[in-house]
């Protein structure tokens, strides 16, 4: 795997989204689950069942945390009881690596609980970067910062989204969690080509994958969570992972989420471009998709 | 030619426009609340393309705000859904989210205000508003339970040890109500038959629900209860009025003697009565594990 100064050089393979329907399955069943990542503002609380549940999952497998909330490219400071929260959880669950989005969400402390885009400007570059170099510095461990699914660009921008992640994560000196969805259904919402963005990023800053599905509408792509990856997504993925080595992937399933093991066997195809290729047959699947 | 704004600003203009509550149709209103048009506002910083214009692209940012926002709510007070009548707590989400947005980083704090602000604007809980605040402070409290601290519980001889000035801790997930309904067993059901629909298909409560509780009919009848956490799993314990009143006491910060005092105020219950009550409410809270030692300032509620 690419372990790298941004996972703190862990070699996590695939891994899947903890999700509370499928509890019942993980304790009963014990699957070979690599690792969980698990969303962080689930279990920044203070007692009760998220947090039995949580050391009950820790016990058996390794545990990633995501957040949803830090909101690095919101233009005011990070609430200092998240930051506070955040770092109780990240003592527990001892996660070599945090991740959040390259997006904003909040203003004068209220909040959308949304993944609002930024616009690409050199003012949001600069305030983004300082804001994950004061989240890593309080956190004391490596922080990836994950591109987003957006629907509406801003007549105020002044680069393209790859360069703008590039400058953000040199400044910031982090590293990314490159969600090759987000970059496919990015590409349809603003018409450009995802292979562009997948070779203009950073190899090695690439902390970890993301790969999840969607819903096509007519005019837009809606970034849901509640399908497989589709195949042009794959093809995105191989990608990645031929520019940045075999990396940390995990497969996010959030809305309409079927059994454990159906969740589990469409992140499994990931394994197909991570091991190195031992038949024609295979060589042959992956010449098929490779870019 | 107009001023380009800079980060906050913009993040300002957009929040606004994301929070506008959406027409009876779920779409982007035509104008905001100055009356100015949101085809205006949107193309102010927003880029259209080929297949949506600006007004599009922002009302995507728009309905997703308010369809989270309403699941997790709808979430968090199916009881209250039902009391009201789905119709009716349509606007009464919409109403009480446009009047408290969210204000802290999880969705698990989105009702907190609730029972406040349907104390003052009684008109959105309709014919049933004793109940619907019964309900909603149930509903909350459940919330509160269900995820709250547990600190280090006291055994009935460090509270016999305690000096008389002392002042003793409540649980931070015991909540106390005081209710006009016995509402308790109601709510209860709502929520199992939440649970159970949930985890078959939808996660509303259903229509047979909404007809079980037209059915239903309360009468009113003084009600005091604890809701708290035992092994993960949230429990509606009745009390009495004087124990409700002494552990009211006791979570206000109150010293013991204080406590009991106000535990009994209004109540002629004989003193050697009293006494015997004491000691079997300590004995049954130290059990539960209920009493701790007080909160140090930033976990107080
Ligand atoms: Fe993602």
Redesign the interface.
Known sequence: MAANRFNAFQTHGVGIGLRI?HYDHIFSHKPAVDWFEIIS?NY?????????MLDRIMDQYKVVQHGV?MYFG???AP?RE?LRRLKTLVRRTRTPWLSDHLC?G?????????L?PL?Y?W??VE?TAARIRLVQDFLEIPVAVENVSS???????QMTEWEFLNEVVERADCGILLDVNNIYVSSV???FDPIDYVNAIPAERVAQIHIAGHTRYE??I?DTHDHPVIEPVWQLYARAIERCGPTPTLLEWDDLIPTFDEVWAEARKAERYLKPLETPAEHQLLAGVAL | MIQ?????Q???T??AA??LPLTADELMQPTNSAGRPMTEVAA????P????T?F???E??NR??WF??QS?FTEDFPALRAVVDPARFESLMNAYLAAH????????NLGSSLHAWLTANPRFAGPRFALAIDVTQVEWACVEA?????LTPLSLAAVAALGADSQLGLQ??VQLLALSYPADDFVLQMHQRQKRES?EAGTRTGDSAIHAVKRLRLSKKATWLAIH?AD?SLYYKPLTRPEYQTLAALRSGTTLPEALQAGFAGLRIAAPRQVALVQQWFTNWAELGWLCTPLPEP?AS
């Open positions: 329907p503002e920044m609380v203070d007692g009760g069942r998220p947090l039995r909330s919101s233009s005011q609430d998240h904003w909040s203003i004068d402390g209220t909040y959308s609980h949304d609002l616009p400007t003012e949001a305030k629907y509406a660009a801003f007549t105020d921008s919402n603003h018409d005019k837009y809606l | 380009p704004m800079n980060l906050e913009l993040q300002r957009m929040a994301v929070m102010e910083f927003i880029q393309n080929s297949r949506l600006a599009d692209r922002l995507i940012y997703q705000y989270r926002l997790a947005p969210s204000r802290s980083f999880t969705l698990r269900f995820d709250n601290a547990e931070p997930h985890s956490r993960d976990f």
